[in-house]
């Protein structure tokens, strides 16, 4: 069945076709990597991503070291047959650097309006840690070190509390935002992606929804 449908399949002259890694739930690009027919075999028949090292010239598990496997959803050709998207639900981050995808370096923005995203905070935050950008005041926090970002940790949340004990919505806010901020920042200096904060939150969101069930017996 494998033989059957990888026939049609285009590889280049190496023996490899290109794979654009995407997150099932939110269809966001995670990565770009390379397959052979091999490794593209071994992840039709492990459901989990299997890719081909050009640099090391040999295969790799995604997560055989950093335990961030890919659990492959659905794999697709595109209309010439040379190139693939799997999707694919991960155990972490995309990334080696700890970022939740490979692509986070912004080139060029034409200045539209889009959706906030959390994740591409952190990202973005994420890339002052290594990219040094004079003026930065993230890139300044980093070069301080964690103390200091600890130090604004706590700061804003006093902030919070003073704003929500004035009553003020607009202004606790406002600092609500800058708190989370702060966190981000410390979650990036520590190696703790926002996934790592959902899936502690989803095993609470189970315990609690347990006990609920066993309290109504």
Avoid at 82 to 111: M, Q
Avoid at 114 to 135: H, Q, W
Wanted: charged letters at 30%; proline letters at 2%; aromatic letters at 8%.
């Amino acid at each position: 069945m494998i033989d059957a449908d990888l026939d049609a399949l285009k590889f280049d002259q190496n023996g490899l076709i290109p794979v654009v890694v995407q997150d099932f739930s939110t269809r966001r690009v995670l990565t770009l990597a390379y397959m052979n027919r091999e490794s593209l075999e071994i992840t039709l028949r492990e459901k989990r991503t299997c890719f081909y090292s050009r640099s090391r010239k040999a295969l790799w598990r995604k997560g055989e070291t950093s335990g961030n496997i890919q659990h492959l959803v659905r794999l697709t050709a595109d209309c010439d047959g040379d190139a693939l998207t799997a999707e694919v639900i991960g155990d972490g981050p995309a990334c080696h650097t700890g970022a939740e995808s490979c692509f986070f370096n912004l080139l060029w923005d034409g200045g539209r309006p889009g959706a906030f995203s959390a994740d591409e905070l952190y990202n973005l935050i994420l890339s002052r840690k290594t990219e040094k950008r004079e003026g930065s005041y993230t890139g300044y926090l980093f070069e301080k070190g964690r103390e200091k970002i600890l130090k604004k940790v706590g700061e804003e949340s006093a902030e919070v509390i003073i704003g929500a004990m004035k009553g003020s919505r607009e202004e606790t806010i406002f600092e609500i935002a800058d708190l989370v901020y702060h966190l981000f920042v410390l979650m990036a200096d520590c190696g703790i992606v926002p996934e790592d904060v959902r899936a502690e939150l989803a095993g609470r969101h189970v315990v609690d929804s347990k006990i609920k069930q066993e309290t109504m017996k």
